[in-house]
């Protein structure tokens, strides 16, 4: 959730500067022709080209010239090819330990990969050369968020800003990490309120960064102030209509006030916009739950199951607890059991929250002492509990609950 569910974290716009030591001596015996080359084809995006013409040059100079690592790196970098930019940049860590371009670069390159791990290495060893390096602190806690341990982000972004007090993006970051670094079980007003605070220094600071207006208005919509929450989405619209985010949160904030033909617009939009968001189809079978029209509330929620094929199975676990709830309205107990028991085999009820709502469901209500019901409690109960679950679609669920 970025705090959206499936949103990318901006990084910062980094600007490189060199500070690469150069054995003088060394550069006499060096030719530079295809060094040369392959600069001007890189400054013209002919990064096939160039990439060949630092090759002929590293073959004949593999050690005498460092910056030719730094610059076929990036070169792979612009054309998506980040395990050969990981691999320049590690040689140029070699080559250059003083240097801060290496292992900065070479984070930059795992946190592509999505080799969180290793970035958050790298990252380290730049911040050894430099502990106020602003945007490896950034980067280092993006790659923290990636792996769910939000304390140790909420405190690179924290030093971010220390470090640059200028530095937006780390406030926005700040912000995603506060939010995220919370008791889920037992969320609290200030946890959230702090973390808005830091969305709004973002926008402080740039006025014209949509992500930070619509991070604010998902945490106004959890503290239901949802006439601030309409008017921070207005303003990321304004700034990029195409942000899909805008309109999934606009349809949620219509549901909560039964506005409910302008959420199916917003929903509609946001569909449009990205096909494969599964909470989106959620949020409209939830729509159709309250409406009463159960029929379509279960085809979006067997619609969420289905439509991104790397969805966590946990979550389709939680789409057969939700249609068993809609059977249950329907005093259907036959099938309300068929998909309870669905919801079983995928261990949604491991999750705390889920497990607490399967206790305190309202809908569940008229079974609650039936023979059936209890044993089926009784069989999830021993089930081992955990906040594990952290997949942004269930995090969702957690704050919607």
């Known amino acids: 959730m970025g705090i959206t569910m ?23 015996n060096i030719d530079y022709k295809y060094f040369r080359s392959a600069m ?55 080559l250059e330990p003083e240097s801060i371009d290496g292992p900065f670069s070479a984070g930059r390159a795992f946190y592509r990969l999505n080799n969180f791990e290793e970035a958050i290495k790298y990252f380290t060893q730049a911040l050894d050369i430099d502990a106020f390096h602003a945007p490896s602190l950034n980067d280092r806690g993006m790659s923290y968020m990636y792996i769910s341990k939000y304390v140790y982000a909420l405190l690179d972004f924290r030093k971010a800003i220390t470090a640059n007090p200028s ?14 670094n919370q008791d889920i079980d ?16 973002a926008i402080e600071l740039d006025s014209s960064l949509s992500l930070a207006y619509r991070n604010r208005a998902a945490m106004n919509l959890f ?43 917003a929903f509609d939009k946001a569909i449009t916009l990205e096909q494969d968001m599964p909470y989106v189809y959620e949020e409209i079978g939830n729509l159709y739950k309250k409406q009463g029209n159960f029929e379509q509330a279960i085809q979006n929620y067997q619609k969420a199951q289905i439509i991104d094929p790397s969805i966590n199975k946990l979550y389709i676990g939680l789409m057969d607890y939700r249609t068993a709830i809609i059977y249950a309205l329907q005093k259907n107990e036959k099938q309300m ?65």
């Open 337 to 401: 059991h068929r998909y309870l028991n669905k919801a079983k085999k995928y261990k949604i009820f491991s999750d705390k929250r889920v497990y607490q709502d399967l206790l305190t469901a309202k809908e569940l209500g008229k079974y609650r002492y039936s023979k059936k019901l209890k044993k089926f409690v009784r069989s999830v109960t021993k089930t081992k509990k955990n906040n594990k679950f952290n997949t942004l679609e269930l995090r969702w669920f957690r704050m919607r609950a």
């Open 223 to 265: 503290l239901k102030d949802y006439e601030k929450a309409l008017i921070d989405l207005e303003a990321a619209e304004n700034i990029n209509p195409k942000e899909v985010m805008v309109y999934f949160y606009r349809g949620v904030i219509h549901s909560d006030q039964e506005n409910y033909s302008q959420a199916i617009t």
């Open 167 to 180: 530095f937006t993006m780390a406030y926005n970051n700040a912000g995603a990490a506060r939010y995220f």
């Open 40 to 94: 001007v084809q890189k400054s013209k995006g002919n990064h096939e080209q160039a990439i060949k013409d630092f090759g002929y040059f590293l073959k004949l100079h593999p050690k005498a010239h460092p910056p030719a690592y730094y610059y076929r790196g990036h070169t792979y970098m612009n054309m998506g090819n980040y395990q050969a930019a990981a691999d320049d940049f590690v040689e140029l860590t070699i």
């Open 186 to 201: 037992k969320p609290v007003k200030k946890d959230i309120e702090e973390a808005r605070d830091y969305f709004t220094q």
């Open 6 to 28: 499936k949103t990318k974290y901006l990084t910062y716009p980094f600007i490189f500067v060199l500070f690469f030591s150069l054995n003088t001596d060394a550069q006499k």
